[in-house]
Structure formats: structure tokens, C-alpha cells
């Protein structure tokens, strides 16, 4: 009700929604020309198991250097992406990109045959019928064996239209690759749902391993979700360990695989590259 608020209210609204819709459109644009001139690079975060504290795999996580913002965070420009159909294009050049890399690493260290490669997609791409070809078509282009990618799927994304997205999931499963629930435990979805999920691991997000207290509701909620990964027969994965008391809860939970700054930053190619190099010799 801007106009009620009188002239002056009316004009600072107005004003305001101006820049918003001018600053969009500026992203937008940007963002066109990153996706038709491929600016845009591949971190890779290790996982790690908890036990042994070997790293099992890396997922890959994008990255845009604005030429005059300099780094945008994918949370701000994936959703921009999503709304405006770039996510396809950009979704099939990072798994492109990732199972290259994946192919390149498993051809320079051979005997780490089992290193694994995940990429998150988004719910656009999971609601394509075409994903599942597009999958097969960069696995067989790379000679990436099927099992060595996990595909992340976020909660949220799933309960939008779970009957498609169950549908999907198979179909990506019966190609060998596997499946990730990204950001679990912020997306609500129902327990029936779950039990029939075609999934292989469980990510446990971020917000509740950094508010960990021994025995707060936080903590509870960790240990529950590695309680429910155990029932379900999937995997839990830790997002987010910052600090060796929550990688010793982790551990002493029974939570198998964790990421987080306190085992590694996410890194770039030549670092990612460089950290493999030094533990294989
Ligand atoms: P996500 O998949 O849940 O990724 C985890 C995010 O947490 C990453 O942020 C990672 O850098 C960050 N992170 C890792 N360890 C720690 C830690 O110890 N502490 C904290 N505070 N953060 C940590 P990033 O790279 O900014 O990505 C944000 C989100 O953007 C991702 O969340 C994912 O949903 C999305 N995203 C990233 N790359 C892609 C992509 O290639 N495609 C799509 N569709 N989405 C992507
Ligand atoms: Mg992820
Ligand atoms: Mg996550
Ligand atoms: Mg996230």
C-alpha cells in the first residue's frame, strides 16, 4: 500500500523497486554474456571419511569472477539462473567439467580408482526428461565409470514435485551414478516420502553442524538425521565442520563423511590437483 504512505513514501518505494529491478536486470545481462563466453570455474571441496580422514571424493562447486564485482556467490546468481532458463547451459558445462576432471585425475593416479566426483544440480534439471540422456552422453564422452559421479539434489527441490523427481531419480540410478540429498533437514519432507527415496547419501546441512552444542536441539537433530540416514541405508554427509569439537561429535555419532573448512576449502583445479599429487607419492 505505497500510495496510501503519500507522495513521499510513494516516490521512495517507487525508487527503490527502480534500483532492485535495474540491478536484476544488470545480473541478468551479466550473466548472459558468463554463460555464452564460459567464464565461469570449478572449486572442488574434498570429502572426507571420518574415520580413516581420507578423502573419498570432491564435489564440485561453481564459481563467477564479475569482471568488475569480482566473486558472486552461485547462491545469488544460480536462483537468476534458474528463473531465466540459464541453469541448463550453465548445469551442463559444470558436469561436463567435472567429470573431465574426474576422467583426468583416475588416468593420473590410477590405483585412486575409488575417488568419487559430485555435482549439485538444480530443479530445473531434474524436471528435464532430457537429464537423464544428457547424464549417459557425458559419462560415455569422458569414460567416466558411472559410479564414481553423485548427483546433489537439495530437499527443497525434491518436495516441489516429488512424483517427477522419484520418477528422475531412478531412472539416473538404473545409469549406475548416484544420488545426494543436499541441505537436509531444511526442506520438510515427509517421512513416508523418504523411506521410498531412491537416494545414496544424506547431506546434513551446514546451519545445524555450526550451532552444535553437546546435547542442544542442534545436536539432536545431527544425531537423529544420522540415525535416519542408518535406517534408510544411505550415507550421512556432514556439511560444513569448522571446528574439531564438531568433528569429533560427528564422528562419535557414526556420521561417515564430512566437509567443512576445518578438513578443506573448497580448492581450485590446480590446488585440488596439487594436494592429490602430494599424498599420492
Ligand atoms: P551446497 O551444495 O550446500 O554447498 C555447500 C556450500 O557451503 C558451498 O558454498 C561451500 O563452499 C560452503 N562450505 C563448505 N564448507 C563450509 C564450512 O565449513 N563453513 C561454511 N560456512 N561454508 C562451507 P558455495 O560454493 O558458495 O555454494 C553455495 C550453494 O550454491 C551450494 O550449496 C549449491 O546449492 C549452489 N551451487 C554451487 N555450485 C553449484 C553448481 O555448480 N550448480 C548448481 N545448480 N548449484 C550450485
Ligand atoms: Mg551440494
Ligand atoms: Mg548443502
Ligand atoms: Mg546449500
Known amino acids: 500500500r505505497a500510495k496510501a504512505a503519500g507522495r513521499g513514501g510513494y516516490a521512495i518505494f517507487d525508487g527503490d523497486m527502480h534500483v532492485q529491478a535495474m540491478k536484476r536486470m544488470q545480473l541478468e545481462h551479466d550473466l548472459r554474456v558468463a554463460v555464452a563466453q564460459q567464464v565461469f570455474a570449478l572449486h572442488y571441496q574434498p570429502i572426507v571419511d571420518l ?3 581420507q578423502i573419498t571424493g570432491f564435489e564440485a562447486l ?3 569472477d ?3 564485482r569480482g566473486f558472486i556467490s552461485p547462491d545469488e546468481f544460480i536462483p537468476v539462473a534458474e528463473e531465466t532458463g540459464m541453469i541448463a547451459p550453465i548445469s551442463r558445462w559444470v558436469l561436463q567439467t567435472a567429470c573431465e576432471q574426474a576422467a583426468q585425475w583416475r588416468s593420473q593416479w590410477p590405483h585412486r580408482h575409488h575417488l568419487r566426483m559430485s555435482i549439485n544440480l538444480s530443479g530445473y534439471d531434474l524436471r528435464q526428461a532430457t537429464l537423464v540422456e544428457t547424464v549417459q552422453h557425458v559419462l560415455t564422452q569422458t569414460q567416466l565409470p558411472a559410479h564414481i559421479l553423485t548427483l546433489e539434489i537439495t530437499e527443497s527441490m525434491l518436495i516441489e514435485d516429488i512424483e517427477t523427481a522419484i520418477e528422475r531419480l531412478l531412472q539416473l540410478q538404473e545409469l549406475g551414478v548416484r544420488i545426494s540429498i543436499d541441505d537436509f533437514g531444511t526442506g520438510y519432507s515427509s517421512l513416508s516420502y523418504l523411506y521410498n527415496l531412491p537416494a545414496n547419501y544424506l547431506k546434513i546441512d551446514k546451519s545445524f553442524v555450526s550451532q552444535m552444542q553437546l546435547g542442544n536441539t542442534n545436536y539432536k537433530i545431527v544425531e537423529a538425521v544420522v540415525t535416519l540416514s542408518d535406517q534408510l541405508g544411505l550415507a550421512a554427509i ?4 569448522e571446528t574439531p569439537q564438531q568433528l569429533n561429535w560427528l564422528e562419535a555419532l557414526g556420521c561417515e563423511l564430512g566437509q567443512g573448512y576445518l578438513l578443506s576449502r573448497p580448492l581450485s583445479t ?3 590437483t596439487a594436494l592429490l599429487s602430494a599424498q599420492s607419492t
Open 270 to 272: 590446480e590446488a585440488a
Open 62 to 64: 561453481i564459481r563467477w
Open 51 to 53: 574415520k580413516t580422514q
Open 238 to 241: 556432514a556439511e560444513g565442520i
Open 66 to 68: 564479475h569482471p568488475t
